[in-house]
């Protein structure tokens, strides 16, 4: 069965930083494409930033070079490092993998991912 557990979210000041993590269990082969995504409850959900199979990261145009996603050796841990957080970050982030590997155009895309985990809560105050 796999596993996809977030953590690292919570309330930070305009300006400031968070470390997200998402631990996976359960996924066959090391090289999964990954993601990450945010909602909000007046938004639908869109993607951040992703790893493809071989270890390319993709980002949405609105992390301006704030974000950052990488993930551990084993690569079992997967990690956003996210600087310069401004009130409009405040959403709900969601890690995301993928069974099979993915197209590159499609990585931000959340209909291609397999399996979800449950959210860490990111708020920024304006």
């Known amino acids: 069965q796999v596993q996809l557990v977030e953590s690292g979210g919570g309330s930070v000041q305009a300006g400031g930083s968070l470390r997200l993590s998402c631990i996976r269990s359960?996924?066959?082969?090391?090289?999964?494409?990954m993601a990450w995504f945010r909602q909000t409850p007046k938004n639908e959900r869109e993607g951040v930033a992703a790893?493809?199979?071989?270890?390319?990261?993709k980002y949405n145009q609105f992390v301006e070079d704030r974000f950052r996603i990488s993930q551990d050796d084993t690569k079992n841990i997967l990690y956003l490092q996210m600087d310069s957080l401004k009130p409009e970050d405040t959403a709900r982030y969601y890690c995301?993998?993928?069974?099979?590997?993915?197209?590159?155009?499609?990585?931000?895309?959340?209909?291609?991912?397999?399996?979800w985990g449950q959210g860490t809560q990111v708020t920024v105050p304006s």
């Open positions: 359960g996924l066959r082969y090391a090289s999964h494409p």
């Open positions: 790893i493809d199979q071989v270890g390319t990261a």
């Open positions: 995301a993998a993928k069974q099979h590997a993915a197209q590159w155009h499609r990585l931000l895309d959340p209909q291609i991912y397999d399996y």
